[in-house]
């Protein structure tokens, strides 16, 4: 019996693959002659590069095929920090954004996101360029910055300057002065590189359903400064729009990761794709389901809201168009989890053996998750 586990990382708990082998050895006590396959998951955000350099490892060809590559940077309050990203052959990098200016990095004290910047991941960019990437994955989520990918984009070699010419301050709040952009200097190796952006919204980059509006708060915007930061993208986006000739601040995804993604349209030409679907193109999620018997997803907690990019329904609708059932296994299952048989979920289960603390859940997460999996394993060998 072939079986396919593919969860994403059940967050401040366990990685993706971390989970996906407490998985397996459930399944390997109920079934010790199963045939196993391990594609360890993400959406693109935070977690990305780990798990699919970990897919890449489990292709078990006996070839290398990704590392870990490690670059100085500046952080999102520009202070100098290390940055690790993704090598994948043929010619690939993975890059989070989330590893050079990420909102879990800056304490909460210190989050501000009038003066936090992207120059880090304009940096990994560079960095990727350095090592030869003809193909660049940028996947977006988390981010600590506001700044319309102002930063990325000046450590690429745009320059962004007030009406007497200085550059502007770092930062979302600093494009209020920004009055002409100079684009000679960006790297001509932009032209010759495909750069996908994993992302899995749609907001544009300025309004009520912008960047600011949605976003800023989570990054520590209080109401004035997002009206402040809304008002300064709009800037940005005008002085773009008429140096470019074109005006992508309504793309969808624009909103994206503090407004990087109007960045990654207007400058990048990138293409944007669902991260969930990147990782599993890159993991090799289609080919390994096929002959598969079974698969088994997951993440901390399922609701309705996973259908929309999440990784379990991404995983099922490439398990369903296998012919494969899909097992989700969840720290918790929310209001509307019930959708996912839509997408090829058959059946989800939470991994709460009773009343538990989310503490107490955390601790013995991947125990939990090796119970279920030998459960559900051994329920469907029953079933068969």
């Known amino acids: 019996m072939k079986i396919v586990i593919a969860p994403d990382s059940f967050k401040e708990s366990l990685s993706a693959p971390e989970t996906a082998a407490a998985i397996a050895r459930g399944v390997r006590e109920a079934c010790p002659a199963a045939e196993i396959v391990c594609i360890p998951m993400a959406d693109g955000g935070e977690g990305t590069v780990d798990a699919v350099l970990a897919a890449m490892r489990s292709q078990g060809d006996g070839q290398t095929h990704g590392e870990w590559r490690h670059t100085r940077v500046q952080d999102a309050l520009g202070e100098p920090a290390d940055a690790a990203w993704?090598?994948?052959?043929?010619?690939?990098?993975?890059?989070?954004m989330a590893a050079a200016a990420g909102l879990e990095q800056v304490p909460p004290a210190r989050r501000d996101p009038l003066r936090a910047t992207s120059h880090g991941v304009g940096e990994l960019l560079r960095a990727a360029l350095d090592a030869g990437a003809q193909r660049i994955i940028l996947g977006l989520g988390g981010s600590a910055t506001n700044d319309a990918g102002a930063g990325l984009l000046t450590a690429l070699g745009l320059r962004i300057?007030?009406?007497?010419?200085?550059?502007?301050?770092?930062?979302?709040?600093?494009?209020?002065?920004?009055?002409?952009?100079?684009?000679?200097?960006?790297?001509?190796?932009?032209?010759?590189?495909?750069?996908?952006?994993?992302?899995?919204?749609?907001?544009?980059?300025?309004?009520?359903?912008?960047?600011?509006?949605?976003?800023?708060?989570?990054?520590?915007?209080?109401?004035?400064q997002v009206a402040e930061l809304d008002a300064a993208l709009g800037v940005f986006a005008d002085l773009c729009a008429r140096t470019l000739g074109r005006d992508e601040r309504d793309a969808p995804g624009a909103g994206a990761a503090g407004g990087l993604g109007y960045a990654a349209h207007a400058f990048l030409g990138a293409h944007f794709r669902p991260g969930v679907e990147l990782v599993a193109e890159l993991g090799g999620l289609a080919a390994a389901m096929q002959g598969a018997d079974l698969a088994f997803t997951g993440e901390g907690r399922m609701d309705e809201q996973t259908l929309h990019g999440k990784t379990p329904a991404g995983v099922a609708r490439i398990g369903k168009a296998a012919g494969v059932p899909v097992v989700a296994l969840a720290g918790s299952l929310g209001a509307g989890y019930e959708r996912l048989n839509e997408v090829g979920i058959v059946a989800a289960f939470s991994l709460a053996p009773g009343p538990i603390t989310l503490d107490q859940a955390c601790a013995r997460a991947a125990e939990l998750l090796a119970e279920r999996a030998r459960d559900v394993t051994r329920l469907f060998l029953a079933g068969r």
């Open 86 to 96: 993704g090598w994948v052959e043929p010619h690939t990098a993975v890059i989070e």
């Open 161 to 224: 300057l007030t009406a007497d010419g200085s550059p502007v301050t770092p930062g979302g709040g600093g494009l209020a002065q920004a009055a002409t952009l100079d684009t000679s200097g960006l790297d001509p190796r932009l032209a010759h590189v495909r750069i996908e952006v994993a992302c899995d919204v749609d907001n544009p980059l300025c309004g009520p359903k912008g960047a600011s509006a949605v976003f800023g708060p989570q990054k520590g915007a209080t109401p004035a």
